[in-house]
């Protein structure tokens, strides 16, 4: 898989898997997921602004851009990947297979685990055995927002039970098979 990433996104996921810690495996795929998502986000913008911008809605998130928080680049990404699947001429544009990408639903085990670890963690349920790659990116904005920002340090036992269950589930994620197309 990683001679296939762009060299950011190599690096961070090198990072973690090489750690010589549990927190320095959980940072590196936490920097990995926030890379990635940065890195599509910002490919999803450029596409969507070469159009034209003419969506109010993108616009107006599109402000956000401002100040950034991993929320809102997630939030581009799902806005921006649903707008260019539904245009009629979604064929013709650079990444408008993204959005059926970033939502197909199946199994994977590695990012539905780490989903349920993050739903204990934050005493909520999680249920769901088939789950899309978007699922897993709003699952990770959740658990940075109560379990990593806020220069929250967590004990090594976290980091410990955290930092597989993250590393694999992006990996999961990005191996996740390419639709097939009808």
Known sequence: MLPGLPLPLAQALRRALN??????AHLGAYYFFEASLKLTGASMVAVYLQDGAKEP???????????????????????IAAWLGSRPDAGLLPLSGVGKRL???SPKPACVAFLKYAARAQ???ENRTN???????????GYRNAE?????????????????????????????????KA
Do not use: C
């Not at 750690?19 to 320095?24: C, F, L, M």
């Not at 809605?57 to 581009?76: C, D, F, Q, V």
């Open 19 to 24: 750690a010589k810690s549990p927190e320095g």
């Open 57 to 79: 809605k993108i616009n107006k998130a599109l402000e956000n851009l401002a100040r950034p928080s991993t929320g809102h680049w997630l939030n581009l990404l799902r806005e």
């Open 103 to 105: 939502t197909e639903r």
């Open 123 to 125: 005493e909520k349920d």
């Open 131 to 141: 789950v899309s790659v978007l699922d897993l990116f709003d699952g990770i904005v």
């Open 148 to 180: 990593v920002g806020h220069g929250g340090q967590r004990t090594q036992a976290f980091y410990r039970d955290a930092a597989p269950l993250l590393v694999d589930a992006m990996i999961e994620g990005f191996e996740a098979p390419t639709p097939s």
